[in-house]
């Protein structure tokens, strides 16, 4: 059997448009500009502009995935999962986190630097109220992060689950499923230009309602 040739990775590039971006273009607010760039996401047709890379830290190796943000306002980003998946652990023990947007059609991306913290009951049950029913049934069944041993171990607990709430109308938030909040202290926009010269401007949190901006080398 022969394999069909592989690409030169160290040979993959492309040229980045003049876009530019500069102070004014994002304001003196770096959450109202992050919805903006994110509608700019969305309106351009984007797969999950929503879509977001988590990274976390236990202490020695740190660990990232992706995962959906949820919520966007003046407190940070939200985003739900089960909290006793690595990162839920890993959080628990260190809140401090990362996350990062990759925008690639648009030649953006935006990192924030933060903390996790857990939302309140109220907010993670009006969340979990929104989802289908099947993701209601898959937050029961899967033991998050943890070793199974084949993937008919997993079909049995869903079809278990399923079987016990069968009949009820509404499925409760398991007490392992919540949302994190994750407040930030950093949030840095990302546009690409020619000759790799890229525009990276960093906000940082100087109080509740105030940030300072600075301009990073590329």
Known sequence: ???????????????????????????????????????????????????????????????????LLKTVDKRGFVFFTNTLSRKGRELAANPACALLFPWHPLERQVRVEGAAELVDDAEADAYFRSRPRGSQLGAWASP????????????????????????????????????????PRLIEFWQGRPGRMHDRLAFERVDETTWSVERLAP
């Open 144 to 183: 998050q992060s943890e070793v199974v041993p084949c993937r008919d171990f997993l079909a049995e607990r869903y079809a278990r689950e399923s079987d016990r709430f069968d009949g009820i109308d509404e499925v409760p938030r398991p007490p392992h499923w919540s949302g994190y909040l994750v407040r």
């Open 1 to 67: 059997m022969t394999s069909e040739p592989q690409p030169d990775i160290a040979a993959l590039r492309r040229e980045y448009a003049d876009r530019g971006l500069s102070e004014s273009d994002l304001g003196p607010d770096p959450i109202a500009t992050f919805v903006r760039w994110h509608h700019d996401a969305f309106t351009a047709g984007l797969h999950e502009p929503n879509a977001m890379v988590v990274a976390t830290v236990d202490g020695h190796v740190p660990s990232s995935r992706m995962v």
